[in-house]
């Protein structure tokens, strides 16, 4: 047993250590949040010859295909860099979707080798992470309706709108959702009756949009249980992929915090010196630990697709998504007005940090997923034979 | 990665299940404690090591030539869950296992090892820590118990405080002032001091919870023979420095199949009692605390694989152990409190009453907990450590 990075790992983790912050150091993501998209071609294209928009998906698909660890050691990277605009929407939630359908493979070659941006369309008024409340309209082949809060929409080619099928006239009942089939329907953005409106939000550096569908042609990729199936995979993947971009974040306020901690002086000596702000460096270290063995678990357990996989996403978000807005808290006290200002770093983490927590669901909604299978799931656990070993 | 377990680790693992299953004590099950009394039940353990000592399997960490199984980091760790999965009675000489076992291990003359190593692995000898004193705790370097050299024997006075299972102990680590004049961390020496000499004295010192586990030590011109020093004389520091690493690094392994032993038996309480006409099981807000609860057992469990993993490659436990510590009884502190909650009022009827929950257990851990973070170096001296050692920030005193 070992619960570490292999040397093959390492190595891709000093790659992406040195790759992100030098092709897109910090002063490139303040630029580009002030742009509609936070989108740049020219990054974009790196992104691609090196092969970062193809590490999820299979050769076959002009990917390289590598595994869910991979996936996670680069994605901390990518958070730590703050990486922005719609590398993540496209690769790690659209990309993951189309690779878990039958029928989205001819959509990755475009976005593997970099021509094409893809954003899942999912949330509707509800707001609800689950499809049981969609109700968004596909009827004889064509979309109605509004999404809100699709990230990156304005800069992507590719829409894939999740959607209920209907079939005869349109009735009252319609809204409910109830009874229609639960589809996957792939849309062009250009596509007339696609309008798509900016909702500024916290995090600049990846932006949201409200679409809004007007009659406009789909084709559906999936429908049903094999709809579902194919969302659930690529929401777990979506979100071990989150976490461990979050726990990349962690991991640099803590770096400027503890090296703020060294270096500013008050009373005569450095703050880091003084015991609360000690500890909360120290509590800063344990916050970001635990959610880096948390997510790296969980990539495990969704590569190797252990029994516990899901359990271990859940557990995964609902610590990481209160450990990132602490420890931004803390970050942005240890550096007192300085941690204030817009010029400060830190207030851009800590934007990603309430994105990230929103984002597939926050703790609450994952604490009560834990709930349904650790609590619900218990007595039928008990009548299985013996007691749950953990490997 | 991988935390598939290696054939040989699955091979160790099915190994210890066999014996297990086979030794474990029926009259266990579903206990803490055997016998009305501390001592029954100390009794009971002691007999509980003796036969996981002629199984082969006490010490199961220490090298072969001392009688253990020179064991892997992984294997102790599969030991240890092993033994708390098959809810198995802790073993009697805890302290002389994890702590000042190996510290002889490291420290100790080839005498010392032929001398007491064996007898730790049997329970024959039981062990106790006399490092803390009423002015020495955290800041345990400016500790006042002297031994003075006299004709081939140290002469010990002072007073230790807060020993746990000094009422039990046959020897004491003991950390005492060699050197006044030196500087604090210099001038002190590790002795291995039989309890049973003229002027060492054992008074019961009760707990927060009722019990007694722990005592205060006096030692009045007690005559230890030199050759009961354990490592050199004045470098005592360094010695008891090994001690406290291995405390920190292993008083929470395996921790978390306790707490997820635990947990399930919450859950099932959970589902029985009812408040508002329902379960509490379905109250959102118990549900929430529960979930938490659970993601931070298995995070605990997950630190843990991943500090092993460390530590096997990189060799000795070294200051992350803080992190652990810290996080294991912080979160137990927490879950306590999130059992009481989902226990209601009858959460807090102690043992003795028949509308105590599991005998009153829940309020027994309750209380037990405080202690977690007080223990085996503060949370606040945790977070020093970490702060200084890992971070790299200046110590703050
Ligand atoms: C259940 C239990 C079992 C124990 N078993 C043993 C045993 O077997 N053998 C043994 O030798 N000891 C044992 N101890 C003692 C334990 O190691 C000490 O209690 C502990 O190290 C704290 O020392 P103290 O009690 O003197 O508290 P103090 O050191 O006086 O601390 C009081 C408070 O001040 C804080 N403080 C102190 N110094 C600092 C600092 N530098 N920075 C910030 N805060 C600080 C502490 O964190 C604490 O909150 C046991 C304790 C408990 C609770």
Sequence with gaps: ?391 | MDLNYTDSERAFRDELRAWIENNIPSDWQGRNSAGESMEENFAYLRAWQKRVHQGGWAGVSWPREYGGRGATLIEQVIFTEEMAHAAAPPLANVLGLTLIGPTIIAHGTEEQKQRFLSRILSAEEIWCQGFSEPNAGSDLASLSTEARLEEGHFVVNGHKVWTSFGWAADWCELVARTDASAAKHRGLTVLLVDMRSPGVEVRPLRQMTGESEFNELFFHDVRVPAENVLGAVNDGWNVALGTLMHERATLGAGLHVLYKRQFDRLVDLAQTIRRHGEPVSRDPVIRQKLGQIYAEIEIMRLNQIRSISRVSQNGTPGPEGSLQKLFWSELNQRFQQVAQEVLGPFGQVEKGSEFAFDDGQWAYSYLRARGNTIEAGTSEVQRNIIGHFVLGLPRSY
């Design chain 1, 1 to 391: 047993m070992q619960f570490g990075l292999t040397e093959t790992q390492q190595m891709l983790k000093h790659e992406a250590r040195r790759f992100f912050p030098s092709e897109c150091p910090i002063a490139e993501v303040r630029r580009l949040m002030e742009t509609d998209g936070a989108y740049d071609a020219a990054l974009w294209r790196k992104l691609t010859e090196h092969g970062w928009t193809g590490i999820l998906f299979d050769e076959a698909s002009g990917g390289m295909g590598l595994g869910l660890v991979e996936m996670a050691v680069a994605a901390e990277e990518m958070g730590r860099a703050l990486l922005p605009g719609p590398y993540f929407s496209t690769v790690f939630v659209a990309g993951a979707l189309l690779n878990a359908l039958p029928d989205g493979r001819g959509a990755l070659k475009g976005i593997c080798e970099g021509r094409s941006r893809a954003t899942l369309a999912l949330l509707e008024e509800s707001a609800c992470w689950e499809t049981g409340d969609v109700g968004m309209s596909l009827r004889n082949g064509r979309l109605n309706g509004t999404k809100l809060l699709v990230p990156d929409a304005a800069t992507a080619d590719l829409i894939l709108c999740v959607a209920r099928s209907r079939t005869g006239q349109p009735t009252c009942q319609d809204r409910t959702g109830g009874q229609a089939e639960l589809v996957i329907a792939q849309v062009c953005s250009g596509a007339p009756g696609v309008s798509i409106r900016r909702m500024p939000s916290i995090d600049r550096t990846r932006q949201l949009y409200s679409v809004t569908f007007d009659d406009v042609p789909a084709e559906v990729l999936a429908r049903g249980d094999e709809a579902q199936a194919a969302l659930d995979r690529a929401m777990d993947i979506a979100t071990v992929a989150l976490v461990a971009e979050m726990v990349g974040g962690m991991q640099r306020i803590m770096e400027l915090s503890v090296e703020y901690a060294k270096t500013r002086k008050q009373f005569g000596k450095p703050i880091g010196q003084f015991q609360s702000v000690q500890h909360q460096c120290a509590d800063m270290l344990l916050l970001t630990e635990s959610s880096r063995s948390a997510a790296y678990y969980a990539a495990y357990a969704l590569n190797e697709g252990t029994a516990d996989a899901r359990m271990a996403v859940s557990v995964a978000k609902a610590y990481a998504s209160e450990a990132y807005r602490e420890v931004g808290n803390r970050g942005i006290q240890v550096h007192g007005g300085m941690g204030f200002t817009w010029e400060n770093d830190i207030h851009l983490y800590y934007r990603r940090a309430k994105a990230s927590e929103i984002a597939f669901g926050d703790a609450a909604f994952h604490r009560e997923r834990i709930a349904r299978t650790v609590v619900d799931g218990r007595a039928a656990q008990e009548a299985a034979v013996g007691s749950s070993r953990s490997m």
